[in-house]
């Protein structure tokens, strides 16, 4: 078996077995109710057939309306068991992302969630979701960890010896890039988290304008992205956020994380 798919299955199997995984932070429901207005905007048909790759313990299925038909697809088999148990109706398959098991032209919508950088190359996925999407079939790619930012957090951390009592660069870079203490206590490896996420193990997360060129070349059509999650966005000024919003894509990097949105 491929070393990154074993790592991911390694790391997620700890993780959901010792309940890390539930208590992760996009489990919110402050962000759930803004992934719901997501969908909301983006898909106006009540009865759909959609599909959730990655789709871990059923997190996404929490955001989506009932009237949906889902399914969802991983590879991680404790993560498959928990999306049953959290929602018995979804018809949960196990699979790789870069072989869906599903026939070409099937889904009305395609979803992964803070997924991305577990793939090893997104552009074998991304031709995956192109053959199953029907015709005008849309997908939404949410919270892939943006390489501007993080390749900006490194720079700071090696360059800057000021102290910020608003920002840490510090406290910013051991989350991006030295996990491994933290996730020592549920019996994880170093090697297993390294090779787990090589999307942001190996070039510190993914480049949104790298990813845009792929997918519309394979697409054919203008892709859609939006930067979120600004750093210590909960405190700061309202009218400095927009400013920073106004002045994408030059503040790119002020952004920690990225969605992607597009239709076939």
Request: aromatic share 14%; with cysteine; glycine share 4%.
């Amino acid at each position: 078996m491929d070393k990154i798919i074993q790592a991911n299955i390694n790391v997620h199997t700890k993780l959901v077995q010792d309940g890390n995984y539930q208590l992760s932070p996009h489990k919110l429901d402050e962000n759930k109710k803004k992934i719901k207005i997501i969908l909301r905007k983006k898909i106006k048909r009540n009865n759909i057939l959609h599909l959730d790759v990655g789709c871990g313990d059923g997190f996404i299925f929490d955001c989506t309306p009932k009237t949906w038909s889902s399914y969802g697809i991983d590879i991680t088999e404790a993560m498959i068991n928990e999306c049953k148990k959290n929602h018995p109706s979804i018809v949960v398959k196990k699979g790789v992302a870069e072989k869906i098991p599903f026939p070409n032209s099937h889904f009305d919508f395609v979803s992964c969630y803070s997924f991305l950088d577990h793939l090893k190359d997104t552009s074998l996925f991304y031709k995956e979701v192109y053959r199953i999407l029907k015709p005008g079939g849309c997908f939404f790619f949410g919270l892939n960890p943006n390489s501007h930012f993080f390749n900006s957090i490194q720079l700071i951390y090696h360059t800057s010896n000021k102290k910020n009592k608003k920002f840490s660069p510090e406290d910013e870079f051991k989350k991006a890039f030295h996990n491994a203490e933290y996730y020592r206590k549920f019996g994880i490896k170093e090697i297993d988290l390294e090779l787990c996420e090589p999307g942001r193990s190996r070039s510190n997360g993914l480049n949104p304008f790298t990813e845009i060129l792929i997918l519309e070349k394979l697409f054919k059509r203008p892709i859609e992205i939006k930067f979120n999650w600004i750093v210590n966005q909960n405190r700061l000024e309202k009218n400095f956020i927009k400013s920073i919003y106004d002045a994408l894509p030059f503040s790119s990097s002020l952004f920690k994380y990225f969605d992607i949105y597009g239709q076939k």
